[in-house]
């Protein structure tokens, strides 16, 4: 009887641990230009800084001095490190390389009701947009929530490489976003 009990309340515990909400929140640690595309494009001014208390937001601003068309690819790529030593476990998540229009008007539109009301980038509606259009660009206060993060994905430090490559498969234009990813169970 008592064994019946054990089990009874061992599975009660374990269908609640199942049907627990996972809160998933992030917070930016660093944005960087690489030092390579100076050329083609300035976001240095780009920081994170802390806004309160407990938030980091990504702010500055930057000019990108040509029209990014068909002619470049772009990708981005993701990295682990579960302790923050710099120890980065490269993750099969990624933005495959493709071409910048086709990254454009696909990820970028899928992911940009998390930072366009943050910035003054070009919106992608219905309609296709080519070429990402040069131009002064500026991010105000972009703190982003956890809600674009699956649940599966582990926590901790993470690093985020967003490539643009030219026609002979160089890299001409690199960021590195570092942030943190923190999990906690309602």
């Not at 070429?131 to 703190?143: E, I, S, T």
């Not at 490559?165 to 234009?173: T, W």
């Amino acid at each position: 009887m008592v064994y019946l009990i054990f089990v009874f309340l061992s599975l009660l515990v374990l269908e609640s641990i199942y049907f627990v909400d996972c809160t998933v929140t992030v917070q930016l640690e660093r944005f960087e230009q690489r030092q390579i595309g100076f050329h083609m494009a300035n976001f240095s001014a780009l920081r994170v800084r802390k806004f309160n208390r407990t938030t980091w937001v990504l702010d500055g601003e930057g000019e990108l001095f040509v029209d990014l068309t068909d002619e470049y690819q772009a990708s981005v790529t993701f990295a682990h490190s579960p302790l923050g030593n710099n120890q980065w476990n490269e993750y099969p998540m990624k933005i495959s390389k493709d071409k910048l229009c086709n990254v454009f008007n696909g990820s970028y539109k899928e992911y940009q009701p998390y930072f366009i009301d943050y910035t003054n980038m070009p919106r992608v509606e219905e309609e296709w947009v080519c070429p990402f259009p040069k131009g002064q660009y500026w991010v105000r206060d972009l703190a982003p929530d956890g809600s674009f993060i699956p649940s599966v994905v582990p926590a901790g430090y993470w690093r985020f490489t967003g490539s643009i490559f030219d026609a002979s498969d160089e890299i001409v234009l690199q960021f590195i976003a570092f942030m943190r990813v923190k999990k906690g169970y309602l």
